[in-house]
């Protein structure tokens, strides 16, 4: 389930409908091929603006991650979410939950496969897995 609900607007609805397909998206500038993180208005290398969406193949490694604390707001019981940073085999960095592992066994470099979350009144996000 998501740390908060997640709404698109114009710029993130092809991204969104993408997951709620259980497809990670990237943008793929048509200048250059370079591939970039699904939230830039133009290409990281060249500058252009000439995007296109571009599935991902859903493998990436941890960079870095934080456990974040809490409380279950149903029982009150304590919760430990994992945070990543995660590196896609394509290249762009992404921010997502680390699922299906303890916080104590996540690694940098840990190969990682995406999965989707979704959650009434909410997007469908990606979330990350061990491989």
């Known amino acids: 389930m998501p ?3 997640v709404t698109r607007d114009a710029a993130s609805a092809p991204f969104f409908d993408g997951t709620a397909r259980g497809e990670l998206l990237l943008r793929r500038c048509e200048d250059c091929s370079s591939i970039s993180a699904p ?3 133009c290409c990281s290398v060249c500058g252009s603006t000439r ?4 599935p991902a193949r859903g493998t990436a490694k941890v960079v870095t991650w934080t ?3 809490g409380r ?3 029982d009150g019981e304590p919760t430990r979410i994992v945070a990543g940073l995660v590196e896609l085999d394509e290249g762009p960095w992404l ?6 592992i303890a916080p104590e066994d996540v690694t940098t470099e840990l190969a990682l496969v995406v999965g989707f979350d979704h959650a009434e009144g909410s997007e469908t996000v990606p979330v990350f897995r061990p491989a």
């Open 72 to 74: 279950s707001p149903v």
């Open 95 to 100: 921010y997502a939950r680390l699922v299906d």
């Open 51 to 54: 995007l296109t969406w571009t």
């Open 39 to 41: 939230d830039v208005e």
């Open 67 to 69: 456990v974040v604390h």
């Open 3 to 5: 740390i908060v609900p």
